[in-house]
């Protein structure tokens, strides 16, 4: 538990003291101290201020703050400056910067702007994590390491050239292997040496499509390209990791993230990090179903440990295209959104507005006016009294499901590379609209990795299972084998870690586990649709329900049919089927039904299952949570309607923590309001 050194939810944020005068920092305190702000994560960009150049290291304001900040009972989350590098480094080794997707070699500016095989940025960047380390080992303030800021952007210079060959050496053993691996033979791309392999980028292989998305002539390049980057950012976490471990072992390391970043495979990320840490930024329009879903990834990245909340905005942003005020009482509702889901700490990004460049406009606890009479500092005060008052009773407490869809970066990488069957196709996007069925439904869910465990789930959904990593085959076949059941959609089982398709049928080394062969996959213009028309008696469904964008036809290998394609020439044929497998079942999903089928059908499912719903019933918009400690159950149910809704609590009966109150039965939950109800036993 990281929480051990302050037993209670963290509450806090990014400060930058070092862009203020020191008069200012005094203020600072007074307000943190209303505010109940008791951490500070410092030092995020401070990288120039704390190294003038290339021999000379300065810690005077941090010294300073540190012990100030210790001495008003504020703990520090200290960053290590590394995610934007100073101006003399650029200037003096060009290596340090990257070379952007159209091969342009970068000038100084931006941030989160050093190549990752640089080793002037490996350097510079261990030695400023040693020193600080080194430095504030034995301050009693400091709580745990921020390594870097958002990793993030892949860079394609001739350092990282090397490095990717080396990596595939290393991958591959040999070029022979190679050219098997991405099927070279095709368009003549056979390699005689390693280095004439480049990176694939606009200058090779790549070119941003006019959908966005990044389109490639060779799958098997690009995605390892993916591979090499998000490896090539980790190894320089590592190694900076390594470095503070040095000094301080038992002090914990998080860097941030940000929940379904397509950069980076956070599931091999959350293996070296201590705790999961990340920041939400939801707009206004946001479902809170896909912001649900964002919390339960990152829950699931270590095995369903609490993760922080490191960043999310008192009240606006200023990178969207329309930055809206969180209304009054949202801000409280999405800080205990993410408590629900598993976090032990509420922290914002920032805790004082800077003056100057892109985020001033960027909400804060400590607005321009510079005083606490503001409508956000009063929501964050009251807030900060109710952390206070929750003390350390749900510390380290976990969420607990029966449900788990699975979510794999290689996976999404690979579908969206994927020249054909549609463009239409966005795997997060169809992930969640299982989520949010069971979402809307009070069902919890698990979103783990395709390595994870699967033997405590009663239901494990993998959406889009295009790639089918090496063993995972097998782990299902024995998951269903044992009783469990399997859903899995059209377009799965194609292809194999390199995105070379298993041959003798789709869905290639699922075939056996579903019982069904898709001869061929029809991809839909956006004005066309068909119909699932249910054909086995289904107690709960409807008749027929509209389905689109992907239709695979499929023929039924000892699975049996339950619902089938409405229209079209493949009229009649299987649209969802179901196939006993030792002592569970695996369905296929043929194509991507309207929402209406997913909520009649997963909740029927479930219950068939027995897994219980969180609450018997409630109206949309009211989201439930359950985490559990040392045998005691936290119920958190908020509801995101402005206006009050009626839930239903069945026979369940507890006290809220928040208010004291009693509640069971039918009850009343006025707009924008939660309860943390601690059920009786
Ligand atoms: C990110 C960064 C912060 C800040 C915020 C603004 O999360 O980590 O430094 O730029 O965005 O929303
Ligand atoms: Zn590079």
């Known amino acids: 538990m990281i929480n051990a050194q302050k037993p209670k939810i963290w509450y806090g944020g990014d400060y930058n003291p070092d862009q203020w005068e020191k008069p200012v920092w005094d203020e600072d305190l007074r307000m943190f101290k209303l505010a109940g702000i008791d951490v500070a994560t410092l030092n995020v960009f401070a990288w120039a201020n704390n190294q003038p150049d290339e021999d000379t290291y300065e810690f005077g304001w941090l010294d300073e703050m540190m012990d100030k900040l210790h001495a008003d009972g504020v703990g520090v989350c200290l960053a290590t400056s590394t995610a934007a590098h100073p101006a003399w480094m650029a200037k003096k080794y060009p290596d340090v910067l990257r070379v952007d997707f159209e091969g342009r070699k970068r000038k100084f500016g931006g941030r989160h702007n050093s190549c990752p095989n640089s080793p002037t940025y490996r350097k510079y960047s261990v030695r400023m994590a040693e020193k600080l380390a080194e430095r504030y080992k034995d301050h009693p303030a400091l709580l745990i390491w921020h390594i870097s800021n958002e ?6 210079c001739d350092n990282c050239a090397e490095a990717f060959r080396a990596w595939l050496q290393k991958r591959y053993g040999s070029i022979a292997a190679v050219n098997k691996a991405w099927n070279a033979s095709f368009w003549g791309h056979t390699f005689y040496d390693w280095d004439e392999i480049v990176p694939p980028n606009v200058l090779s292989e790549e070119w941003r499509s006019w959908n966005g998305r990044t389109a490639t002539n060779f799958q098997g390049i690009s995605l390892d390209y993916c591979r090499f980057q998000s490896d090539s950012l980790l190894e320089a976490y590592k190694l900076e990791y390594d470095a503070v471990k040095k000094f301080t072992p038992n002090i914990p390391v998080t860097t941030n993230l940000m929940g379904a970043f397509k950069e980076l495979d956070y599931h091999k990320w ?6 999961v840490s990340w920041d939400n930024y939801p707009s206004l329009d946001t479902p809170y179903s896909y912001t649900a879903m964002m919390h339960d990834l990152m829950r699931g990245l270590k095995e369903g440990q609490p993760f922080m ?4 905005t008192p009240s606006q942003q200023n990178w969207q295209p329309y930055n809206s005020l969180k209304r009054p009482g949202v801000m409280r509702l999405w800080s205990y959104q993410a408590v629900a889901r598993g976090a032990d700490t509420v922290m914002f990004f920032q805790l004082r507005r800077s003056i100057g460049a892109c985020e001033k406009y960027h909400g804060a606890v400590i607005e321009h006016v510079g ?6 500092f009063r929501e964050c005060a009251e807030l900060g009294s109710e952390l206070f008052k929750l003390g350390d009773s749900l510390l380290d407490s976990r969420v607990q499901a029966k449900v788990a869809i699975l979510f794999d970066w290689d996976n999404w990488w690979a579908v969206e590379l994927s020249s054909g069957p549609t463009i239409a196709l966005k795997y997060v996007e169809e992930l969640h609209k299982y989520y949010d069925a069971l979402y809307q439904a009070n069902i919890a869910v698990d979103v783990i990795g395709v390595d994870a465990d699967f033997s405590g789930y009663d239901l494990v959904i993998a959406p889009v299972m295009y790639m089918v990593k090496s063993g995972v085959a097998k782990k299902l076949e024995e998951y269903v084998q044992a009783g469990g059941s ?30 069904i062969w898709s001869e061929e996959i029809d991809a839909l213009l956006p004005s066309q649709s068909n119909r699932m028309i249910v054909t086995a008696s289904s107690e709960g469904l409807k008749e027929s329900y509209g389905c689109g964008m992907l239709c695979d036809l499929i023929h039924p290998e000892g699975s049996s049919v339950v619902a089938e394609y409405g229209e079209d020439f493949y009229k009649g044929m299987p649209a969802l089927t179901v196939n006993k497998f030792g002592a569970g079942e695996a369905w296929y999903v043929a194509t991507s039904p309207e929402a209406a089928f997913l909520q009649d059908w997963l909740p029927k499912l ?4 027995g897994i219980e719903p969180l609450v018997a019933s409630s109206p949309v918009g009211i989201e439930t949570s359950l985490r559990e400690k040392d045998g005691a159950k936290y119920l958190f149910v908020l509801n995101h309607n402005a206006e009050a809704s009626r839930v239903s609590l069945g026979l369940q009966a507890g006290t809220d923590l928040l208010t004291d109150k009693r509640l069971t039965g039918d009850v009343e939950l006025a707009g924008r309001d939660l309860w943390i109800i601690k059920l009786d036993a």
């Open 309 to 312: 909340l490191m960043e999310q």
């Open 371 to 376: 005083n606490e009479n503001t409508r956000v």
């Open 270 to 275: 959350a293996k070296h990090m201590d705790v």
């Open 151 to 156: 990793y993030g952007g892949y860079c394609y």
């Open 486 to 515: 399997f859903i899995t959609t059209y377009f799965s089982g194609i292809v194999n870690e390199n995105d070379i398709v298993t041959l003798g049928g789709y869905p290639g080394e699922l075939r056996k586990l579903l019982g």
């Open 606 to 609: 479930c219950a068939e299952r």
